[in-house]
């Protein structure tokens, strides 16, 4: 027990203290020259969030059945940033360090933990604004929240998972920027983000809730915010449909993985 | 002998050019049906083999473009050998260059806690020696600024000072010493010599020869992607000069760099090859005349490695005007010169001339050369003797 310890300490030490240095910089970094500095982190997605609730919720009346709408609309549209900034930040990440990768011999998997490590200090900020607003709007909570965990890591896994496949794609096409950008601005109308499914006719739902993201979404409105969200369960009659979903994270989660280190030895060369 | 640190067999490096590598999903659509092995390869390294012992300091030398930095960053393990293997049996220094990660918006404070994390100290570690790092480095009351308002020597010494922390078997270190000041160098080679001391093998690219000698055992001369010398620092440095400098001929009439009407030649050169510490150099030559002439004046001018003129005179300088000469005289010249000469190659330049030195019968470039060997290693144009004493006043 104690050597397995220690020899976790010996591979693992480096690595770490690596990471913690990259995310502390790269935080540093994002609000550097910027008056209100890190308060950005929770100002941009209060911004964002008031534009859509003005269009979607004011105007377009689509929230109208569900309960607590603006703040359901929120923390989808943050459980969706998460999402979309470490796949976006994760894919630019080996090419961004190319001048790290040429110069110092460390685990190149450092590279896009760093920036899956920031985005996650952001998501963490953003969640504190989703408890502000649940405190105002007084939304009741359940025992189901406990779920909440094991769905923010599916949500961690998958976009991790993508980000290291995306990023050690990325060293050798250079066209997967454009087509990952085409392919998020899809995604985000696929994904039940500003519309409750509920909305889409339950044949189409079913086919979009198999998307890891909009079960994801799904259940984590569920649990956290109003049991009047249409899950995976619902739309299949069983919650083993999530066998799925959760399926598709595990699938690109040990593909990911074994592209990334079989490829990693030569991201110094061609990054 | 002991077991070696570091044990290179057969490696090979291969890099694919960037402009025929499939970069984009359209290249490799529109070329999936080609023979993608048309590829144009490029070889950096060919059949590398050396060992390097424990506390061995070893100079990689070689031309730019043969392969240095390769070597070194499959040493490091940042490149793969495309084949062959290398095997590192020590705690290797994880970079090569000084200030790697060095970000300009961040503080030198910033940036010092960034980069020991680069070499793996925790925060707290580097907290520790944070006051040791700024004051070897001089930088007191500049740490707060960003690093883009340093200058760049500034820069090179809170990255060396940095650097120095690092506690690691093997130092793998690439032209380091190409930037900063004279001081900071000095301070550099001190680091160096002090490692030495604690038997921290050391690999080490550079292109200053007088490095090679003063610091390393041993050095590896690269050409063509190859090991083209491997032995002393002593050795290694002069064949590495030889590359940039070709040996002149010594036979008389060989040389190209020989012009004049030739109405009186040279005919022998003699001249040793080494010029050692006590020795007086001696320029031993012979002329013969093919005409009849009026007035002759002999010269010669010795050049030192870069082609820097060091001194040179001639009979007319020296008020000796010799008289004519007819058609079939042969004349032996002798010069002396004292030995002043800073350690190196230096080349002879001879010449037959008039008195106005309008006429040129014979002027010979590069016509003979020598290697000074002296003990005191000064980076001037001329080492002559000089003594020194130090004695307290009563």
Request: proline residues 4%; glycine residues 6%; aromatic residues 12%.
């Amino acid at each position: 027990m104690r050597d397995l310890l220690k020899f976790i300490h010996d591979r693992y030490r480096y690595p770490l203290i690596l990471l913690g240095a990259m995310v502390v910089t790269d935080f540093k970094l994002r609000y550097q020259a910027s008056l209100l500095g890190y308060l950005w982190t929770l100002l941009r997605p209060l911004a964002i969030f008031s534009i859509l609730y003005v269009v979607f919720a004011s105007f377009l009346k689509i929230g109208a059945g569900v309960p607590y709408f603006p703040v359901y609309l929120l923390f989808g549209i943050v459980l969706w940033g998460f999402f979309n900034e470490s796949t976006t930040q994760g894919l630019a990440s080996l090419v961004g360090r190319a001048d790290l990768l040429r110069k110092i011999r460390f685990p190149r998997y450092v590279v896009v933990l760093s920036v899956g490590g920031s985005v996650l200090i952001g998501f963490v900020l953003n969640m504190l604004v989703i408890v502000l607003f649940m405190i105002i709007l007084q939304v009741p909570v359940r025992l189901e929240v406990l779920w909440l965990p094991l769905l923010f890591v599916e949500l961690v896994a998958l976009s991790i998972s993508l980000a290291f496949f995306l990023s050690a794609l990325y060293v050798r096409f250079r066209d997967i920027n454009y087509i990952w950008d085409v392919i998020m601005q899809a995604a985000f109308y696929a994904v039940p983000i500003l519309y409750p499914l509920t909305l889409v006719p339950a044949k189409y739902a079913r086919f979009l809730v198999l998307n890891p993201m909009a079960q994801i979404i799904q259940d984590a409105r569920y649990v956290l915010i109003t049991d009047q969200t249409q899950t995976i369960s619902q739309l299949f009659g069983t919650p083993w449909a999530r066998a799925i979903p959760v399926g598709i994270t595990l699938v690109l989660a040990v593909t990911s993985v074994i592209y990334f280190r079989r490829r990693s030895s030569s991201f110094a060369e061609e990054a | 002998m002991a077991q070696p640190i570091i044990q290179v067999r057969g490696v090979c490096k291969e890099f694919l050019l960037p402009h025929l590598r499939h970069t984009t999903i359209k290249s490799r659509v529109l070329n999936m049906f080609r023979e993608t092995r048309t590829m144009e390869v490029q070889t950096a390294l060919r059949d590398i083999g050396f060992d390097v012992q424990p506390g061995e300091f070893l100079g990689v030398v070689g031309r730019n473009g043969s392969g240095k930095s390769t070597l070194l960053k499959i040493l490091a393990g940042i490149y793969m050998p495309t084949s062959g293997d290398v095997t590192v049996t020590g705690k290797l220094v994880p970079f090569i260059e000084l200030g790697v990660g060095f970000n300009p918006e961040l503080t030198g404070r910033e940036n010092v806690y960034l980069n020991g994390a680069l070499l793996g100290f925790s925060k707290s570690e580097v907290d520790s020696m944070y006051e040791d790092i700024v004051a070897f480095a001089e930088l007191e009351g500049y740490m707060d600024q960003k690093l883009k308002n340093y200058s760049s020597g500034m820069q090179v010494r809170i990255a060396f000072s940095v650097a120095t922390r690092a506690q690691a078997d093997i130092l793998v270190i690439d032209e380091v010493l190409a930037v900063g000041d004279a001081a900071f160098q000095r301070k550099c080679y001190e680091h160096f010599r002090a490692l030495k001391k604690s038997d921290t093998t050391i690999v080490f690219v550079t292109h200053d020869m007088g490095a090679v000698r003063q610091f390393c055992d041993r050095a590896i001369l690269l050409e063509d992607c190859r090991i083209a010398a491997d032995g002393s620092a002593e050795h290694v440095a002069a064949r590495y000069t030889e590359l940039f400098n070709p040996r002149p001929s010594v036979e008389p009439g060989v040389s190209t760099k020989r012009k004049g009407s030739g109405a009186i030649r040279y005919t022998r050169v003699d001249v040793a090859s080494t010029l050692f510490e006590d020795g007086v150099l001696t320029l031993d030559l012979e002329v013969q005349a093919d005409k009849d002439l009026d007035e002759v004046a002999y010269g010669f001018l010795i050049k030192n490695s870069s082609g820097a003129p060091v001194l040179g005179t001639n009979s007319v300088l020296k008020k000796q005007l010799l008289g004519g000469l007819n058609k079939g005289d042969r004349v032996r010249v002798v010069w002396t010169v004292p030995n002043v000469f800073s350690d190196g190659l230096y080349r002879v330049d001879l010449t037959i001339t008039d008195f106005k030195g309008l006429a040129v019968y014979d002027w010979w470039e590069e016509a003979a050369s020598f290697t000074a060997v002296k003990d005191e290693k000064t980076p001037y144009l001329v080492t002559p003797a000089t003594s020194l004493e130090v004695s307290a006043i009563e």
